[in-house]
């Protein structure tokens, strides 16, 4: 079984300053993906950022970064220079085993305050 | 590039209707297709995926069903709505399920 859980329902931050979602996961397997969706008020919901467990490297894509603690099953999410168009659901996700099942946690809803 | 279209974008329908929501992916060729439902203050919920033609997997025992008839083309359907079938249902496909999917812009349920 894999689990995900996003302890932090709501969170605000001023325009042009650092946020970190934080993010714990659970997985009994060895090969598997974490992501980080957005999913502003259009609803739409997009991709951010993808890290692959066995890459020592935290990824990073522009503004946004993970912190991977694989020891620790953490996989937090810092928005650098936050701006008006970050305020959104955040959901971070696991994919383990080669399973079909990505599990998402319950969100973390970030306002972005100017 | 590849493009997904989902719909409708709402839809209001009385208990006991049909249901039939619609997903179509451009620019690719055999995607694994999703079906999420998204329930108010909760993450995501996986009702069904499919990796090909006529594969289909459920992950939630429920009234609803989905089809793949064409490569690129994921129905959820319902025979009889429930009030509790009402919902944010989003539509995904990825190239392969570690890569990340690519959402559709989803379909407001709701069931009255």
């Known amino acids: 079984a894999q689990t995900v859980t996003q302890s932090q329902p709501e969170m605000s931050v001023q325009e042009a300053e650092t946020v970190t979602l934080s993010c714990t996961y659970d997985t009994s397997e060895n090969n598997y993906y974490l992501f980080w969706y957005k999913q502003p008020p259009s609803r739409q919901m997009i991709l951010v950022i993808r890290q692959e467990a066995y890459k020592q490297q935290n990824a990073t894509e522009n503004r946004f970064s993970v912190n991977f603690q694989k020891a620790a099953k953490s996989f937090s999410l810092k928005i650098s220079d936050s701006q008006l168009g970050d305020t959104a659901m955040y959901f971070c996700?696991?994919?383990?085993?080669?399973?079909?099942?990505?599990?998402f946690g319950t969100g973390t809803k970030l306002q972005v305050i100017p | 590039s590849q493009t997904i279209h989902q719909w409708p974008a709402t839809l209001v329908q009385p208990v006991g209707s049909p249901l039939s929501l619609e997903c179509t992916v451009e620019g690719t060729s055999n995607p694994n297709l999703y079906w999420y439902r998204q329930a108010a203050g909760r993450g995501l919920q996986l009702l069904f995926y499919s990796v090909g033609i006529g594969q289909i997997s459920s992950e939630v025992p429920q009234n609803l069903s989905a089809s793949r008839p064409q490569d690129r083309q994921f129905i959820l359907s319902s025979k009889k709505l429930l009030l509790s079938d009402s919902g944010f249902y989003l539509c995904?496909?990825?190239?392969?399920?570690?890569?990340?999917?690519?959402f559709g812009s989803g379909t407001r349920l709701t069931v009255v």
């Open positions: 995904a496909w990825s190239p392969t399920v570690n890569y990340g999917y690519t």
């Open positions: 996700a696991l994919n383990s085993g080669g399973y079909q099942k990505v599990t």
